[in-house]
């Protein structure tokens, strides 16, 4: 049997769903509380906001918008993706209705929901779990955390710390039926790979079945973008981000759904690395470079133990 050699979003969805399945992004116009203190210094709301995405618009002019653009030819399904600023920003009683109203849609099948680890209100968990119980569809809650490190933590201007992460997974753990998924960030300056490494196998020993990693990224007008400037903040070349993603994937848990390994800032807003090539291209010379080394995720994790992966692609 022919197994892929990454657990991709497509991988997992064809497995549970018997098709690969759309993510419609969609605004709130609620601001991220980090704005108020100065906001993260990489980020750049706009150069990961599709064109057909206004905030202004309302959830169900988003929808049809994304389902327009988005569906149109190779999805049937999708999942609500609340992925602008800090959707859980938003009280739980003034959020639950959104989230209800996008239920509604048999076309949708679930919810992901991108946020702060330190903006998990108290009453979220057990709303989210009540809603998925009552519709049987899924929830997602990613939490961006991108180090285990404090001091890069505070480098990013994060203002959250390493255990408010941990007490977000504690506490949307508690009631079960919520997915959990972490954004990482590699690449983040100060950090060394033995650093990078610690991050990922101390994140994947938690209970999360989902993970994007993010190569950094200095998009044109940011604080990151001053600093770059000063030849503060190398950046990777492509061939030095594939290699040590075949050293780093290997240690992820074959289990966990690998959404992204690569961030795809828009070209016109994209100031460093700038690699000239689709993210498709990247994708195929990894994965050939997987088969022709014999590598695989799971592989350096203590579950693989002895059991050796069936019949390569
Ligand atoms: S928490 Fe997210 S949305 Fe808010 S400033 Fe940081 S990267 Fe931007």
Not at 95 to 121: E, F, N, V, Y
Not at 243 to 260: F, G, K, N, S, Y
Not at 268 to 283: E, I
């Amino acid at each position: 049997m022919h197994r892929p050699r990454i657990r991709t979003f497509s991988v997992h969805c064809r497995e549970r769903y018997g098709q690969t399945v759309g993510k419609i992004p969609l605004d709130l116009g609620i601001p991220c509380p980090n704005r108020a203190r100065g906001g993260c210094l990489y980020c750049q709301p706009a150069s990961f906001t599709p064109a057909f995405l206004r905030a202004a618009d309302p959830l169900a002019e988003q929808i049809s918008r994304g389902k327009a653009s988005l569906l149109a030819g190779r999805f049937t399904r999708y999942f609500a993706y609340f992925q602008q600023e800090t959707p859980t920003a938003l009280a739980t009683i003034d959020l639950l209705p959104h989230l209800q109203r996008m239920l509604s849609d048999p076309d949708c099948l679930g919810l992901i929901l991108s946020t702060r680890p330190d903006t998990i209100a108290a009453d979220l968990p057990a709303a989210l779990a009540d809603l998925i119980q009552k519709t049987g569809k899924a929830c997602l809650v990613e939490l961006g955390v991108q180090s285990i490190h404090d001091r890069s933590l505070r480098l990013l201007n994060r203002n959250h710390c390493f255990a408010d992460f941990l007490a977000a997974v504690d506490r949307l753990h508690a009631v079960q039926r919520i997915e959990i998924g972490a954004h990482l960030i590699l690449g983040i300056p100060g950090e060394s790979e033995a650093e990078m490494l610690a991050t990922v196998r101390t994140v994947c020993a938690l209970p999360l079945q989902h993970l994007k990693l993010h190569h950094l990224q200095v998009i044109r007008d940011t604080p990151l973008h001053r600093l770059y400037t000063q030849g503060q903040v190398p950046v990777w070349n492509q061939e030095a981000y594939l290699e040590l993603l075949l050293r780093l994937v290997p240690h992820i848990p074959a289990a966990l759904t690998l959404h992204r390994l690569w961030s795809t800032a828009h070209p016109h807003l994209l100031v460093a690395p700038r690699w000239h090539c689709h993210a498709a291209a990247l994708s195929a010379r990894l994965q050939q470079r997987m088969v022709e080394r014999g590598i695989w995720q799971g592989q350096r994790t203590p579950a693989a133990g002895s059991t050796k992966q069936g019949g390569q692609q």
